[in-house]
């Protein structure tokens, strides 16, 4: 069927083999209508004269280009430094997360964005047309209200490639939090139970602690050149750092669980809170000046399965200004975790972390927006039962949600009551202006986590199309014209790529190798054909490159314009001068 049809072929080639589904089976692409509208409109395999144009509705799938996208390693990278073959977090179909690839990225200039904010995480700014996950689906930016509820993961699985233990996280998360790093190594706090460990960590390492003043202290080497903590913490990039400018190292996060959940008790130990109302915990916070250290907080948290959210303020230190942030969990379910998961040294806080009340499960994490479930809370034959009749107007618990599952059978129901979503609502919605945007390409699942939020991703259908015609005639001469030149390089790399390693393109279509002896370029490639055709069976050109003296059996024009280039009548009047003369 893949051989015929283009859209099971897309279906069955492209693939994540690392991404499964709850079956263990390779997640496939799952074209949007408006993909596989536009493969049923593209003319017939092997029918040549035709000029096939593909464009945005509006404007690009974009992100302003310093989103932070979420890595397989527990990282994070500004999208405009994301590259082909790096591994993201993404969600499956069962709303489980996993780890994809990134097969292309696009640098997709300077355009009008719009700026989506939920209270606690920071805001997403992208393209009016870039898909974020809703309630009610994938759903466009620009299409987005206040009060929709939009998708953010927790409790998402990392590939740990650090072995650090947990005394280095716990002596590092000490000195991000009390530490004084900008000259000496120096360490301030009151809590005798916190000081003894922190001069058992010290010592694994060699290292002395002298008294400063009343209550700090001053790591030493003890007369040793080598591995000072000076030296030690240039090694995570630490040394020298204000504390307006501490962060978790990388390494921490490309660790295990338990030694990112050290590195946060520590920091805790330093500088959290636990609010007690009549001996139950109501809120516990993490404090800091950071901004950098307060989103990998949040991050870290999120990992490991603790919904919390940002608050700014501001603090009034030495007579100046200063902004401040608060990373604060707020129920009873979350604190459940934290106490479990979160290893605590301080008595006082450790004592109140004990007390929460079950009771209270009014939180994000707890709770799922009623939409989701659609008609069945009308039905009285499901929602009778088991005193599923009290469902609240907006929210549904997860416990309800999941007998609701068991009783209609609905295994999207089922799925979503386990999943590892927190539901933020949409708080505001307005005009961001022009920016730099960037977008990658996700094999198999197709989106990613982009300061904390799902959103989708762009998919090559001139990539997919060119292979499937190649595959059926290889004896086609086909052009693909994009905006520019460097986009065109990487629309090569990437059927390059899938032709040398996309085991199922093998399999649909085992002919459709490199011509023997060719040399295939940065913009050209030569499949094996029966004919001896001067021009390469594949060319990737920018639109104003020239293109005289080449011959085509199809083109495909690939966004050979961007928004701001359509609207300039001087910009398009000169696209259509090239598209007539030239190609």
Not at 190 to 197: E, F, K, T, Y
Not at 370 to 387: A, M, T
Request: aromatic residues 8%.
């Amino acid at each position: 069927e893949a051989r015929t049809d283009v859209n099971k072929f897309a279906e069955f080639c492209f693939t994540d083999d690392v991404a499964k589904d709850s079956n263990g089976n390779p997640v496939p692409l799952k074209q949007s209508w408006v993909h596989r509208e536009i493969q049923g409109v593209i003319p017939p395999n092997g029918t040549p004269g035709h000029t096939v144009i593909l464009v945005a509705r509006l404007s690009g799938k974009c992100e302003k280009e310093d989103a932070e996208v979420l890595m397989s390693d527990g990282t994070t990278k500004q999208i405009k430094d994301v590259k082909v073959g790096d591994r993201v977090v993404s969600v499956l179909d069962n709303f489980q997360t996993t780890n994809s690839v990134v097969t292309n990225v696009f640098n997709t200039g300077i355009q009008q964005c719009i700026r989506i904010s939920s209270k606690g995480i920071p805001d997403n700014i992208c393209t009016p047309e870039h898909n974020i996950f809703t309630t009610t689906g994938w759903k466009k930016a620009g299409d987005i209200v206040i009060g929709d509820h939009i998708a953010s993961p927790i409790g998402y699985r990392i590939e740990d490639s650090e072995d650090m233990s947990c005394e280095e996280a716990a002596l590092l998360g000490y000195l991000v939090g009390d530490g004084g790093i900008t000259h000496r190594t120096k360490f301030t706090n009151a809590d005798d139970n916190i000081i003894s460990r922190f001069k058992d960590l010290c010592a694994m390492f060699g290292w002395g602690v002298s008294n400063n003043g009343k209550f700090g202290y001053v790591v030493t080497n003890n007369f040793i050149r080598t591995n000072t903590p000076q030296q030690w913490l240039e090694s995570y990039g630490l040394f020298g750092k204000g504390s307006h400018e501490k962060f978790i190292p990388d390494k921490v996060k490309m660790s295990g669980d338990d030694v990112l959940a050290s590195f946060i008790g520590a920091l805790f130990d330093c500088d959290g809170y636990a609010n007690n109302k009549n001996s139950i915990c109501t809120c516990l916070e993490i404090s800091t000046v950071s901004t950098i250290l307060a989103k990998d907080i949040q991050s870290s948290l999120g990992r490991l399965g603790i919904s919390c959210k940002i608050y700014q303020r501001k603090t009034k230190y030495n007579g100046k200004i200063f902004d401040s942030f608060r990373v604060a969990v707020n129920s009873a379910e979350e604190f459940k975790i934290f106490h479990e998961k979160i290893p605590v040294y301080s008595v006082g806080k450790k004592e109140m972390l004990k007390f929460h009340d079950d009771r209270n499960i009014d939180s994000e994490q707890c709770r799922v927006p009623i939409e989701f479930i659609g008609d069945i809370k009308n039905n009285k034959n499901v929602c009778s039962r088991k005193n599923l009749t009290t469902l609240c107007k907006k929210y549904i618990t997860r416990d309800k949600l999941s007998r609701i599952g068991e009783i209609s059978g609905d295994n999207r129901i089922k799925s979503l009551a386990a999943a590892n979503i927190v539901w933020r609502k949409v708080s505001d919605v307005s005009a961001f202006g022009e920016c730099q945007t960037h977008d990658i390409e996700v094999s198999g699942t197709h989106n990613y986590i982009a300061n904390g939020v799902i959103v989708h991703n762009s998919v090559q259908t001139a990539i997919i199309r060119t292979l499937f015609e190649l595959g059926n005639d290889p004896d086609l001469r086909i052009k693909i014209v994009t905006a520019k030149d460097d986009l065109a390089m990487k629309t090569v790399i990437a059927l390059k790529d899938h032709i040398e390693t996309n085991e199922r393109l093998k399999l649909v279509f085992p002919n459709l190798v490199p011509q023997t002896g060719s040399m295939w370029s940065s913009h050209s490639i030569t499949v094996n054909r029966k004919t001896k055709a001067r021009d390469a069976s594949v060319e990737a050109f920018g639109v104003t490159s020239s293109a005289t003296g080449t011959r085509a059996d199809v083109i495909i024009f690939d966004d050979i314009v961007d928004e701001k280039g359509s609207i300039e009548p001087k910009t398009r009047e000169n696209t259509k001068q090239i598209y007539r003369e030239v190609w």
